[in-house]
């Protein structure tokens, strides 16, 4: 009798323990939807997507724009946006692009990137960091690249789009 009830207390342990590590999953995932719609969800930050939209639309070859080597697309070309170019309502997205060397401008996560076709026309916009981010682009069917999770937060002229990942 006494190894039934250390054996049923043992099972429970197991159990309890594989649905708290199940729950804490889930809620990691919806954690970064929730810091996504913080960032990105509101009015200021999308007047502030459309404001740096417009900039790099109406300069897409400006100097500081440093073409990237590592994520080349289809026909076309990814840039790096700097830092002074972010408004100040997303400049938790500042990041390390100053510091880039000219051989070394390859996009990685935490950068604030644009992506450009073969005729240099800017595509779209996009916040990345490795769980969640943002896509801006006026093209409705655009969105980010990798994704398992998007919901659209604006729909035109500017289509801004929201990603979070587990």
């Known amino acids: 009798m006494k190894h039934l009830f250390l054996k049923l207390f043992a099972a429970i342990g197991v159990l309890a323990l594989f649905f708290f590590t199940v729950g804490q999953a889930f809620r990691q995932v919806a954690d970064y939807e929730l810091i996504a719609r913080r960032q990105f969800d509101n009015k200021e930050a999308l007047e502030a997507i459309a404001e740096l939209y417009a900039r790099i639309e109406a300069d897409p070859k400006h100097a500081s724009l440093k073409l990237a080597d590592e994520r080349k697309?289809?026909?076309?070309?990814?840039?790096?946006?700097?830092?002074?170019?972010?408004?100040?309502r997303l400049s938790g997205w500042r990041r390390r692009a100053e510091q880039i060397e000219p051989q070394d401008e390859m996009v990685s996560r935490g950068d604030v990137i644009a992506y450009y076709d073969a005729n240099d026309a800017l595509i779209g916009i996009e916040f990345s960091r490795s769980r969640y981010g943002c896509f801006a682009s006026k093209d409705p069917m655009r969105g980010p690249p990798w994704y398992d999770s998007l919901h659209r937060v604006q729909s035109g002229p500017i289509y801004v789009t929201i990603r979070s990942t587990g």
């Open 73 to 88: 697309i289809e026909n076309g070309k990814v840039r790096l946006i700097p830092n002074q170019w972010l408004p100040e």
